[in-house]
Structures are given as structure tokens and as C-alpha cells.
T-cell receptor, first 113, second 113 residues
Framework: DAKTTQPPSMDCAEGRAANLPCNHS???????VYWYRQIHSQGPQYIIH?????ETNEMASLIITEDRKSSTLILPHATLRDTAVYYC??????????????WGLGTSLAVNP | NAGVTQTPKFQVLKTGQSMTLQCAQD?????MYWYRQDPGMGLRLIYY???????DKGEVPNGYNVSRLNKREFSLRLESAAPSQTSVYFC????????????FGPGTRLTVL
């Protein structure tokens, strides 16, 4: 599985867009980029995933560069409730049962009032 | 839908005691997972079950056993608890395998004295 690199922490003002970067320079052609977040003491929560094209859902947008070596998760109007650790994970989608997600330490996002 | 539920939420054990952590999901998912999360480390996979009747070791299986009781339930047993097993344990499920979106329970906070 491709390794990901994320900044350990970021700050964002409430109401502004939060842009969380992720580098995955060794990603292979069939690997998706997944984003999860973990609000303090809770279980991780799925946010969004994508392969090549940019994706948007009710929670966030995912921008993947053309060479797929990096991506950015965008929270368009961050609120205090978005304060969490955000994990970027790259994982093959149709692999066999001996594959597994590799969870790094993620980015700790603090949304400030 | 309750999603993924875990019991208990908190537990304190003495070294050498045994216990079983329970997990159930009501999303009719095929795959279920047990992770542990320690300070300063990412989530680490203990065991997983790709489908009912099958289980496989993850990254850190030593000291644990699992049972996939039926499609809904996946339990994790500590036969002889050790202080190194003090951690937060998360159960997750997905419709298919590791590459699919995983849904997490609220976690069990275990302390072994």
C-alpha cells in the first residue's frame, strides 16, 4: 500500500475553508484515496474517497492532482465541530483479504472561534 | 440503524484476568475488524473477518483471539490480560473487504493494571 504524508497539525478560523494536504507519491494506478476523521475519543468517521476525479459530498471536497501524487481535503466552511484528527489513507479497492488499511498519525485540525 | 455497537465502553482489568469485547453491526456488512489505538500511534489492525466463518490475523494479533459468531457479531477475547494491552479498542465493519468504506463503533477503553 502507498504511504501517505500529512502535516501533524493545522489551524483554521471558524467559517473559513480548511484545506488539508496529503502526499502519496507512491500511489499506484488502482489505489483510491480515502479520508477519515476522528473526533476526540470517538471512532473514526468516513468522509470521502476518490480515484482520479475530484469528488464532493455533503461533508467535504476532495481534490486529487493530475499525477495523483497528492490530494487536498477541503472543508468549505469549518465549524468548531470539525476539530478532529484527519487521516488520509491510500488503499487498493479490489484487493484480496490479506490487504489492510495503513493508518498514520493524521493531521490534527483545530478550528478556532 | 444503530450502526456498529461495542460493549463495554470502559473496563479495568487486573493482569492475568480475561475478558471479551463485544461488537455488533446492523448494516448487513460482510467484513468486520478489530483495531487498537495507542497514544502517538495510528490505528493498528488486530484481527479481521472477511466474511462469516472466516477470521485472519492483522498486524498485532498476539494475546488476542476472535470469534465471528454470525454475520452481525464479532468478538475479541483477551485470555490473560497484560498491561501492554491497555488501549482503546475499535470495532469496524464494511460491506466488502479492506478497500471498502469502514464504519466504526464508539470504542472500548481498556485499562490493565
Amino acid at each position: 500500500d502507498a504511504k501517505t504524508t500529512q502535516p501533524p497539525s493545522m489551524d483554521c478560523a471558524e467559517g473559513r475553508a480548511a484545506n488539508l494536504p496529503c502526499n502519496h507519491s507512491t500511489i499506484s494506478g488502482n489505489e483510491y484515496v480515502y479520508w477519515y476523521r476522528q473526533i476526540h475519543s470517538q471512532g473514526p468517521q468516513y468522509i470521502i474517497h476518490g480515484l482520479k476525479n475530484n469528488e464532493t459530498n455533503e461533508m467535504a471536497s476532495l481534490i486529487i492532482t493530475e499525477d495523483r501524487k497528492s490530494s487536498t481535503l477541503i472543508l468549505p466552511h469549518a465549524t468548531l465541530r470539525d476539530t478532529a484528527v484527519y487521516y488520509c489513507i491510500v488503499r487498493g479497492f479490489n484487493a484480496g483479504n490479506n490487504r489492510k488499511l495503513i493508518w498514520g498519525l493524521g493531521t490534527s485540525l483545530a478550528v478556532n472561534p | 440503524n444503530a450502526g456498529v455497537t461495542q460493549t463495554p465502553k470502559f473496563q479495568v482489568l487486573k493482569t492475568g484476568q480475561s475478558m471479551t469485547l463485544q461488537c455488533a453491526q446492523d448494516m448487513n456488512h460482510n467484513s468486520m475488524y478489530w483495531y487498537r489505538q495507542d497514544p502517538g500511534m495510528g490505528l493498528r489492525l488486530i484481527y479481521y473477518s472477511a466474511s462469516e466463518g472466516t477470521t485472519d490475523k492483522g498486524e498485532v494479533p498476539n494475546g488476542y483471539n476472535v470469534s465471528r459468531l454470525n454475520k452481525r457479531e464479532f468478538s475479541l477475547r483477551l485470555e490473560s490480560a497484560a498491561p501492554s494491552q491497555t488501549s482503546v479498542y475499535f470495532c469496524a465493519s464494511s460491506e466488502r473487504g479492506h478497500g471498502d468504506t469502514q464504519y466504526f463503533g464508539p470504542g472500548t477503553r481498556l485499562t490493565v493494571l
